[in-house]
């Protein structure tokens, strides 16, 4: 992918952007749409053991191996140097569903709060910790009232957050 570009357009999460990008020569996509890819394109051809890597606001693809786990993310342009990432969480590839969830909540905060919400929850019934979901969901609980919701969701979001993201020097 990085060799038919040198930069990545982060523009769009869905995975039918970043496909028809690819066609067209011109790489569009953020973490989410080009692991989903990763993940679809290894799992037609054989490779049995992907699933994502993820932190707040970050997901990528890993394949597991005797060596042990190679992981790969294509919105890095060197894809396999992980010295920046000290600490992520690994899971299934229904993570790459709960973040597709949330971020179509995302799109749809201002033209339809209701339907937001509903993708907000979607995306906490297959993720219960989606860090992102937990944040976005509070404030609009509160807004409709329901403020031991919001309340519940603001602490999760901050508990699940007890991991570094980066190392320090």
Same mark, same amino acid.
């Given at each position: &992918?990085?060799?038919?570009?040198? $930069?990545?357009?982060?523009? $769009?999460?869905l995975l039918t952007d970043s496909i028809d990008s690819v066609i067209? $020569?011109?790489?569009?996509?953020?973490? *989410?749409s080009l692991s989903s890819l990763y993940a679809v394109m290894g799992l037609r051809i054989g490779i049995e053991e992907i699933g994502v890597c993820h932190y707040p606001g970050h997901i990528f693809n890993f394949v597991c191996c005797e060596e042990g786990d190679i992981l790969i993310d294509l919105t890095n342009?060197?894809?396999f140097n992980f010295s920046p990432y000290c600490d992520f969480k690994k899971g299934g590839l229904? *993570? *790459?569903? $709960?973040?597709?969830?949330?971020?179509r909540a995302n799109d749809l905060f201002e033209e339809d709060l209701d339907l937001a919400i509903l993708y907000l929850e979607k995306a906490l019934? &297959?993720?219960p910790n989606c860090i992102e979901a937990l944040a976005i969901s509070a404030p609009l609980y509160a807004q409709e009232g329901k403020l031991r919701l919001a309340f519940e969701n603001i602490e999760k979001a901050i508990k699940s957050m007890r991991y570094k993201i980066f190392k320090t020097r």
């Open positions: &992918i990085w060799g038919l570009n040198d $930069s990545v357009k982060k523009e $769009s999460s067209r $020569s011109e790489v569009v996509g953020d973490c *989410l342009p060197h894809m229904d *993570l *790459l569903i $709960s973040r597709v969830w949330n971020n019934e &297959i993720d």
